[in-house]
Nanobody, 125 residues
């Protein structure tokens, strides 16, 4: 089992950058796929980016391609989401998620067993 804790959210002006971190507990994080989702009140949780266990496979939502980068440091049991050129529409609570035996990269929330508590990202115009 993996316990996930996000950090790094905050308030930033449009065009700015933030780096979210997802700290994982447990000895097997390196074998998990990692993903980031986001959610605004009244809307469904939205896929942002995902990476397989080794980092060789990544996929991004069209809305963040070229601006966001997902990465991981398995030696430190930590995942990251670098967010550049932020827009007001990126405002949301951001969640990291993990799935064991993470060879395949999934983009739907139901494919992930473990979730963090979320971190708020607010982008002002």
């Amino acid at each position: 089992q993996v316990h996930l804790v996000e950090s790094g959210g905050g308030l930033v002006q449009a065009g700015g950058s933030l780096r979210l971190s997802c700290a994982a507990s447990g000895p097997t994080f390196s074998s998990y796929a990692l993903a980031w989702f986001r959610q605004v009140p009244g809307k469904e949780r939205e896929f942002v980016a995902a990476m397989n266990w080794s980092g060789e496979r990544t996929t991004y939502a069209d809305s963040v391609k070229g601006r966001f980068t997902i990465s991981r440091d398995n030696a430190k049991n930590t995942g990251f989401l670098q967010m550049n050129s932020l827009k007001p529409e990126d405002t949301a609570v951001y969640y990291c998620a993990a799935q064991p035996f993470g060879v395949v990269v999934h983009t739907t929330p139901g494919e992930y067993d473990y979730w963090g508590q979320g971190t708020q990202v607010t982008v002002s115009s």
